[in-house]
Nanobody, 124 residues
Framework: QVQLVESGGGLVQPGGSLRLSCAAS????????TAWFRQAPGKEREGVSC????????YYANSIKGRFIISRDAAKNTVYLQMISLKPEDTGVYYC?????????????????WGQGTQVSVSS
């Protein structure tokens, strides 16, 4: 069993930056692929980015490419999502999730453990 706790969300103006953190406990993430999904009001949950155990990364949404970077600190058992040049359309609840696999997936149904989510609001 893996417990995930997200933090770092908040209200930011367009063009601003945030760094989300996903701290894992109960198991090391060394054998897990860990992803960030987001869900805007009235929309389906969509994949944002994923990092595989050996460090390979995927960025699923074209709108975030070049602005978001996913990374992992193995010593802290934590995955990060650095977000810059934020836009109002980035608003939503951001969820951290993980699956015991060396491969990422854009399908939320493929993931086993989820955090409670952290709210990101981009507005002037």
């Amino acid at each position: 069993q893996v417990q995930l706790v997200e933090s770092g969300g908040g209200l930011v103006q367009p063009g601003g930056s945030l760094r989300l953190s996903c701290a894992a406990s109960g198991s090391t993430l060394d054998d897990y692929s860990t992803a960030w999904f987001r869900q805007a009001p009235g929309k389906e949950r969509e994949g944002v980015s994923c990092i595989m155990p050996r460090g390979g990364t995927w960025y699923y949404a074209n709108s975030i490419k070049g602005r978001f970077i996913i990374s992992r600190d193995a010593a802290k058992n934590t995955v990060y999502l650095q977000m810059i040049s934020l836009k109002p359309e980035d608003t939503g609840v951001y969820y951290c999730t993980t699956r015991r696999s060396t491969w990422c997936s854009p399908d939320p149904n493929d993931y086993d453990f989820w955090g409670q989510g952290t709210q990101v609001s981009v507005s002037s």
